[in-house]
Nanobody, 121 residues
């Protein structure tokens, strides 16, 4: 089994910062792409940022310049540093990853349980 667990969410004022973590555990041979998604009430889940195994990074236009995605492969962990937060960033943030469990197997996709981020004064 593979599990992704997010942490670091909470309540922050506009202009503040939060750092989210996503720790993968279980039977892991390697992790390919990792990504952060978010979903606000009554809205579709949207891709916020992604980072490939090669290190290639992409951001949604709405967060570019404010958020930074990174990963520590030795710890099987991804991070999302969120600066200059706006009320529009309020959402449940989910971690997503492609995980290869065995050397001879293909990768499967996994989701974390989500962590709430609320930006309000």
């Amino acid at each position: 089994q593979v599990q992704l667990v997010e942490s670091g969410g909470g309540l922050v004022q506009p202009g503040g910062s939060l750092r989210l973590s996503c720790a993968a555990s279980g039977s892991i041979f390697s992790i390919g792409a990792m990504a952060w998604y978010r979903q606000a009430p009554e809205k579709q889940r949207e891709l916020v940022a992604s980072i490939l195994g090669s290190g290639s990074i992409n951001y949604a236009d709405s967060v570019k310049g404010r958020f930074t995605i990174s990963r520590d492969n030795a710890k099987n962990t991804a991070y999302l540093q969120m600066n200059s937060l706006k009320p529009e960033d309020t959402a449940v943030y989910y971690c997503n990853a492609d995980v290869r469990k065995y050397v001879s197997s293909s990768a499967s996709n996994y989701w974390g349980q989500g962590t709430q981020v609320t930006v309000s004064s």
